[in-house]
């Protein structure tokens, strides 16, 4: 008990160093961006710059090769600087992000401000540690050498991000690339872009209160040529769009041959089994549909009930739906917002058409708030739809709408091979009364990101990876595997006791080789890898007897010959 007791101490009085560091408050800078042009009418500022891409990733790789050179601390204070700034002024972004998209100020509280934060504390916390090199085993025929692994920043990354989250899909790329000390551009959508200029704005304030290099993190606006060009002119390309899109990125970036994340979107599954408090999982599902009329970067677009709970789930999300209303973000107190992409609300209703052509049937749909005339094919009323099956384009194609079809299922094989019937395979979510079986089923789904007993909590757990599989892309981004996708990963080996022990080539297979260089090479396999230690033990014996006799200098062809 005496030796214990030191290290009980020690380890008390590292938590309280650890909990009064955390009381200190952190000398950070704060930024003024200026506003003057987002807060009137919604208009800014044109500028012509924001097209030219290939004079933008030219001054981004300039600006590159210095912030290359910059220190994790600096590249931790710009982090701290951007946190402050985004948690001293939720209220504004949420505000832009919720006029140029048309979602509440609710969902973009939760999609844009939380998750960025998150990334920014996990960023801080542990990115220097995973960037760091990291050293591997040297193997049995390496044991004099040392091997690492080395994360190198890639140079300029591009990024072509969707419309779903202006905010976070901005700074999601941006942080794990300038954090790996890359430079970015990112292409921002068609849709929401008035956002991304104002959201570039912080982004070079906070850069430019550390001495970042300009021009290290660009913004550009544009269509499909706008995307090329930055597809051929960079080192690296995410992309978060359609899968039709993603195998163009996919063509274009075959000619320069870079490396390629893609994450497509999807069609997730959320399992109920019988076995669940019913109330509580149908109130999950409900947000998991209508988060912000379906802009939720993984929603829940297919759901299978247990024929248990069946009509008492549907009972409950009903009434759920029932009470929302969708209308002006900013003018009233409306549970959704709009779509703000043009006549994709007809897109949802053919979807729903083609269902109950089918034969499913609508019990609920919620209601739309005050709106003008002109603004009615902005809003989808959320839906809930039941009688469905895999024959319908609503089970099988992704809606990006508040939309809930619900389906029966009977067993645990058969809710997998339907969820598993899918082209998609971005996420899921599971809910039983036991997690066992609920990680089983969830262990069994073709797909990247997977749930337990909650819904798209994933995303919130940063130091994870996020990608998906099939339609949904390939590629992660988040998590230590998405930081280190920004690098040039490299191998190193090197002498582990320089200079005093070299590499040197065996006698028996320095050129020329000797008569007897592949019996020594065979007894050094044997030696190094055999299975049985007297075998391997005779080997050695025998690469001692070679290596100690003085091997003949092989007789050439010509010599015999004359």
């Known amino acids: 008990m005496a030796f214990w007791w030191p290290l009980i101490v020690i380890a008390i009085a590292f938590a309280i160093c650890k909990l009064l560091l955390m009381l200190i408050p952190d000398n950070v800078p704060s930024i003024d961006v200026d506003t003057s042009d987002v807060l009137d009418d919604g208009n800014q500022t044109k500028d012509n710059s924001f097209i030219y891409v290939k004079e933008r990733v030219v001054q981004a790789r300039k600006a590159q090769k210095i912030w290359a050179k910059s220190s994790f601390k600096q590249r931790r204070l710009f982090l701290r600087i951007l946190l402050k700034y985004i948690i001293e002024h939720q209220d504004l972004i949420c505000n832009i992000s919720s006029r140029d998209t048309g979602k509440t100020m609710v969902d973009a509280s939760l999609g844009e401000i939380m998750t960025t934060c998150e990334k920014i504390h996990w960023l801080l916390s542990e990115g220097e540690k995973w960037l760091k090199p990291e050293y591997r085993s040297c193997g049995r025929s390496m044991l004099h050498k040392v091997a690492k692994v080395e994360f190198s920043p890639l140079g300029v990354v591009g990024a072509i991000v969707s419309w779903n989250y202006p905010f976070h899909n901005i700074f999601n790329p941006m942080l794990a690339a300038v954090f790996s000390g890359n430079s970015i551009v990112i292409k921002v959508s068609e849709h929401a872009s008035w956002s991304g200029c104002f959201y570039l ?25 706008t995307g090329e060009a930055l597809v051929s002119s960079v080192d690296k390309i995410i992309f978060v769009g359609s899968p039709g899109v993603g195998k163009k990125i996919m063509r274009s970036a075959s000619d320069t041959l870079i490396p390629v994340t893609l994450e497509l979107g999807g069609k997730d599954a959320f399992i109920v089994c019988e076995d669940v408090d019913v109330p509580h999982v149908a109130q999950i599902a409900a947000r998991g549909a209508l988060q912000s009329s379906g802009q939720n970067c993984a929603g829940a677009e297919r759901f299978y009930v247990h024929k248990d709970v069946y009509s008492s789930f549907v009972a409950e999300v009903v009434k759920i739906v029932k009470s929302v209303t969708a209308g002006p973000p900013l003018s009233g107190k ?14 949802l209703q053919y979807l729903v058409n083609d269902a109950l052509d089918k034969g499913a049937e609508i019990v609920a749909r919620g209601s739309v708030g005050n709106i003008g005339e002109g603004a009615v094919d902005q809003y989808f009323p959320p839906t809930v739809i039941v009688n469905v099956n895999h024959t319908m384009k609503l089970m099988q194609e992704e809606a ?56 798209a909590s994933n995303y919130m757990c940063q130091s994870l990876p996020f990608g998906g599989v099939k339609d949904s892309g390939f590629g992660r981004f988040a998590g230590i595997e998405g930081l280190r996708a920004c690098c040039l990963v490299k191998s190193v080996v090197e002498d582990r006791w320089w200079p005093f022990i070299k590499t040197k080539i065996p006698k028996p297979i320095q050129y ?9 090479q065979e007894s050094l396999v044997h030696t190094l890898y055999g299975l049985n230690i007297w075998d391997r033990l005779r080997a050695l014996v025998n690469v001692l007897k070679i290596l100690s006799e003085q091997p003949p200098a092989p007789t050439s062809n010509r010599r015999r010959n004359d």
């Open 201 to 225: 704005r912080i982004i070079q304030t906070a850069l430019a209160a550390v001495g970042a290099p300009e021009n290290l993190v660009e913004v550009i606006t544009g269509f499909a040529e």
């Open 512 to 520: 020329p080789i000797a008569e007897n260089g592949f019996e020594f």
């Open 400 to 455: 990006f709408g508040p939309i809930l079809p619900i389906m029966k299922f009977s067993s645990d094989e058969e809710v997998v091979q339907l969820a598993n019937d899918s082209s998609y395979g971005l996420g899921c979510a599971v809910f039983s009364g036991s997690q066992r079986r609920a990680r089983q089923i969830a262990s069994q789904l073709h797909c990247g990101v997977a749930a337990v007993n909650d819904f």
């Open 334 to 347: 409306y549970d959704m917002g709009a779509i703000c992409m043009q006549e994709h609300s007809e897109r």
